[in-house]
């Protein structure tokens, strides 16, 4: 059975770098054909797709980011790292790791909470 956990700080301070980790447990995050997601939903809002990264470490980001993100791994750790830099309150969501398997979700993370306030 596949499994994603986020972790990292719940409260960010403006200005500063958010940086959330994925453990994944059951499959590989270097097997080619699945994706690693990084998706964010703010309070009362919808889905946001943030960030992607490959079986074969490749990376794509959505434009709306405007380059603050950026999406790592450690393989010996079957982990995926994203940083946003520069966050500001409106970075304040839940963020959820998922994978994909040709872009279409099959297994989420729970979700972890983060708030950017001073």
């Known amino acids: 059975q596949v499994q994603l956990q986020e972790s990292g700080p719940g409260l960010v301070k403006p200005s500063q770098t958010l940086s959330l980790i994925c453990t994944v447990s059951?499959?590989?995050?270097?097997?080619?054909?699945?994706?690693w997601n990084w998706i964010r939903q703010p309070p009362g809002k919808g889905l946001e797709w943030m960030g992607h990264?490959?079986?074969?470490?490749?990376?794509s980001y959505s434009p709306f980011l405007k380059s603050r993100a950026s999406i790592s791994r450690d393989p010996s750790r079957n982990q995926f790292t994203l940083q946003l830099s520069s966050v500001t309150p409106e970075d304040t969501a839940v963020y959820y790791c998922?994978?994909?398997?040709?872009?279409?979700?099959?297994?989420w993370g729970q979700g972890t909470q983060v708030t950017v306030s001073s």
């Open positions: 998922a994978r994909d398997y040709y872009w279409a979700y099959d297994y």
């Open positions: 059951g499959a590989s995050i270097t097997t080619l054909g699945y994706g």
């Open positions: 990264i490959g079986g074969s470490g490749t990376t």
